[in-house]
């Protein structure tokens, strides 16, 4: 038996769904029930099924889903497979700011800790940030922990005030501006298209900023035929099944999350056997708090 079959005899099973993001190996895209960005992947936790999920992401994904539906088992494939950038703000920040402001909406990109989603208002993701901020009644905004998403958003929503955060997503940030000017130049009819995690000057050179969704609906539908691809290069493999006639370069220096990496067949088998992994939300009224932010996302994004 194949790896792949065994997968699916488990997914029979167990009575078992997977979900995958865009930025897993190709192999782990290929057997996973549903593969989409952070917005489309909450929004498919809830409902389905299946008494258990199994997540192919980083934590706050699993944490997420597991908010999403306390009664259902969410396996993580890797434990360790975190998002750096979900831990990159202190209590502290936030505390300063509410005090500072008095009509302050705390606005937390999904790609954070539980925890800190319990000290937020509202949850967004890179496909629903712009249009939820713009539509908050509040005028003051603290944008956690992206400070690249959270210039983005402040910039399409210029009549809001925005407090920003020094949090970053390390392969993202990483990118160079003259890479992808060296690319420009080497393949003058691309489009450059990038996700709002990348800097300031990586996007001012963007033809199409968007989730790595949006890149993928953006590339199916142009007439282009080359692309100049600014986000995590696992998306290849959806760009690639979405457009057979099309062109997609990456940075010279590949922009690989070592995290979402972590996720293997095997270790998908491994937790579908023996049930390993598995997300334990037992924080109360911070859990409560934490959910009430994605069940806020879900409603304002709709
Ligand atoms: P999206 O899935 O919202 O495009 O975000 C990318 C990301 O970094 C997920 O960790
Ligand atoms: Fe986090 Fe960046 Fe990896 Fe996304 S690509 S999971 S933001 S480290």
């Not at 290929?30 to 099924?49: C, M, N, R, T, W």
């Not at 390390?170 to 990118?175: F, G, R, T, Y």
Request: glycine share 4%; aromatic share 6%.
């Amino acid at each position: 038996m194949t790896k792949q079959e065994e997968i699916q005899k488990l997914k029979d099973e167990k009575d078992a769904v997977i979900l995958a993001h865009y930025y897993v190996r190709p192999e782990v895209q290929e057997i996973a029930d549903y593969v989409g960005d952070s917005y489309f992947l909450s929004k498919k936790a809830v409902g389905l099924p299946q008494r258990t999920i199994v997540f192919c992401g980083v934590s706050f994904m699993g944490e997420s889903a597991k908010l999403l539906n306390p009664s259902k088992t969410v396996l993580m494939p890797d434990a360790e497979a975190d998002c750096p950038m979900a831990h990159m703000v202190v209590r502290e920040t936030i505390e300063k700011a509410r005090a500072q402001y008095e009509d302050l909406a705390v606005v937390c990109y999904i790609n954070s800790t539980a925890e800190i989603k319990s000290w937020s208002d509202v949850c967004v993701t890179s496909a629903n940030a712009v249009q939820i901020v713009r539509n908050l009644p509040n005028q003051n905004i603290l944008f956690i922990p992206d400070r690249n998403l959270a210039h983005y958003v402040a910039e399409q929503v210029p009549e809001k005030q925005f407090v920003l955060n020094e949090g970053y997503c390390p392969i993202h940030e990483n990118m160079r501006a003259a890479e992808i000017q060296k690319l420009k130049k080497q393949h003058p009819s691309a489009r450059v298209l990038a996700h709002p995690e990348c800097s300031q000057e990586v996007l001012a050179l963007a033809d199409y900023i968007g989730s790595t969704s949006g890149i993928i609906q953006y590339a199916e539908e142009s007439l282009d035929k080359e692309f100049i691809i600014g986000t995590e290069s696992g998306v290849q493999y959806a760009l690639q099944r979405a457009r057979r006639d099309a062109v997609f370069y990456f940075p010279e220096t590949e922009p690989v999350c070592t995290d979402m990496k972590r996720i293997t067949l095997d270790k998908i088998i491994e937790v579908m056997k023996h049930g390993g992994n598995e997300v334990c939300m037992d924080n109360g009224q911070a859990d409560e708090a934490a959910k009430q932010t994605l069940t806020k996302m879900l409603e304002l994004a709709k």
